[in-house]
């Protein structure tokens, strides 16, 4: 990460999920399955979906509207709006500028990131560059997906892990000296990893048609093993460099909020480094995996029950399809 003069902080949290819940129970009418194999292989009960019609830009404009009512910053206020989604409403325009329309925030840009499981922090650290270089004083950034949108209901193996919802937080300077904000992040990618994780149908490669329909081609395909295996290792990895280059141990870092794709992988990485169920954030089991959003909703569970105070030093670190991976360690800053 480039050293700058400012550093940027978060200011402030929102988050939106949809009502409708999809139980284990749910689940069992649907495929070949029951709520004991969910729970041991994944460790999720419920996840949150959209009702038929409502798309990604509604659930990232709810979650930026919680944002204004808690910081109490205003439409106009926002100067640029970065939103890591992989189900955007539409190839284009751009699901910022819906959400910039929804909100009503007149005196702004912005632009989606595609990082999959890893766009919320690909979407943070970009923002926070403009803050950084002093370009922009406020600047909201957006996890949000509808993955039920992209889920085929028939594949026990993928349906059973995914949910909707939103998160954004407000990126703001700190003070000159302050301790608080972004203080590094780490991210990588490999594409070799695509094959493993992805949706063939609907871009340049594959154009949506009836043979891709019939084929399948617009929903998730996994490869389950060899995605638990790339992400517990590289979870673990980025969370050591962060630690190495900053010249911090694993005790300083009061709260992990770890990416929600699987219960198995969170505790897997928990214990190559070493850290106790207390200081991992785990909520999957109430959200599943809901992509970009996972990050920022375990942020506000863990500022709801009091573990993320002001001064604690936390570690955000996810994999997603790509593969992509991303690590961010943060000085909380409220």
Request: contains cysteine; proline residues 3%.
């Amino acid at each position: 990460m480039t050293n700058h003069s400012i550093r940027a902080k978060i200011t402030g949290l929102g988050t939106y999920v949809p009502e409708r819940l999809l139980t284990n129970a749910d689940l069992e009418k649907m495929v070949d399955t029951n709520d004991q194999w969910i729970m041991e292989r994944v460790g999720i009960r419920e996840r949150h979906i959209v009702e038929k019609g409502t798309a990604t830009s509604d659930l990232g404009a709810k979650a930026v509207e919680c944002l204004m009512r808690h910081t109490h910053i205003t439409p106009d206020d926002i100067e640029c709006i970065v939103v890591g989604t992989v189900t955007p409403d539409m190839f284009f325009p751009s699901t910022a500028c819906l959400i910039q329309n929804k909100i009503g925030a007149h005196h702004t840009w912005g632009f989606d990131v595609s990082g999959a499981c890893c766009g919320f922090l690909y979407a943070l650290s970009a923002g926070a560059q403009f803050v950084c270089s002093g370009v922009h004083k406020k600047v909201v950034v957006v996890g949000a997906d509808v993955m039920s949108s992209i889920i085929d209901y028939k594949d026990r193996n993928t349906c059973v892990l995914f949910g909707d919802g939103a998160g954004a937080v407000l990126v703001e300077p700190a003070e000159e000296g302050e301790a608080f904000g972004i203080l590094d992040f780490v991210h990588e990618v490999d594409g070799s990893g695509g094959q493993f994780l992805y949706m063939p149908g609907g871009g340049s490669w594959n154009p949506s048609s009836h043979e891709t329909v019939d084929k399948n081609m617009h929903v998730v395909h996994q490869d389950g093993k060899a995605v638990f295996k790339y992400a517990v290792r590289k979870m673990y990895e980025v969370s050591e460099t962060l630690l190495k280059r900053n010249n911090l141990k694993l005790d300083d870092i009061k709260l992990l909020v770890p990416h929600q794709a699987n219960l198995r992988i969170i505790q897997a990485t928990a214990d190559r480094l070493g850290l106790p169920p207390e200081r991992v954030v785990l909520n999957i089991d109430r959200f599943g995996n809901t992509t970009a959003a996972t990050i920022p909703l375990g942020m506000a569970d863990a500022v709801a029950d009091g573990r993320l105070k002001k001064g604690d030093l936390i570690l955000l670190i996810s994999v997603g399809a790509g593969f992509t991976v991303g690590g961010i360690l943060i000085r909380w800053a409220y």
